[in-house]
């Protein structure tokens, strides 16, 4: 069974950054994909970014080219990087891997002014 701990949300205003981590438990990290996926009050879960087992990443246009995620297999960790964060990016954060279909307990990130 996988167990995933998201940290590192916060509130920051628009422009700031932040650096998102999620520990998963089990052994084999290097085997799962994993993604970072956000759910704003009233909305549906949306992913935000993916990197997979072999590497490949992805993506949501509204993230692309201000949000990186990485991994550390070492560490069993996949990190999301957040740069010039904006009101619309505020949600709680999840981590999610496909071995076992897990989910983290989410983080909350707030920008505001």
């Known amino acids: 069974q996988v167990h995933l701990v998201e940290s590192g949300g916060d509130t920051v205003q628009p422009g700031g950054s932040l650096r998102l981590s999620c520990v998963a438990s089990g052994a084999n990290f290097n085997f799962y994909d994993m993604s970072w996926h956000r759910q704003a009050p009233g909305k549906q879960r949306e992913e935000v970014a993916s990197i997979r087992a072999r590497g490949g990443i992805n993506y949501d246009d509204s993230v692309r080219g201000r949000f990186t995620i990485s991994r550390d297999n070492a560490r069993n960790t996949v990190v999301l990087q957040m740069n010039n964060l904006q009101p619309e990016d505020t949600a709680v954060y999840f981590c999610?891997?496909?071995?076992?279909?897990?989910w983290g307990q989410g983080t909350q990130v707030t920008v505001s002014s």
């Open positions: 999610h891997s496909n071995i076992g279909n897990a």
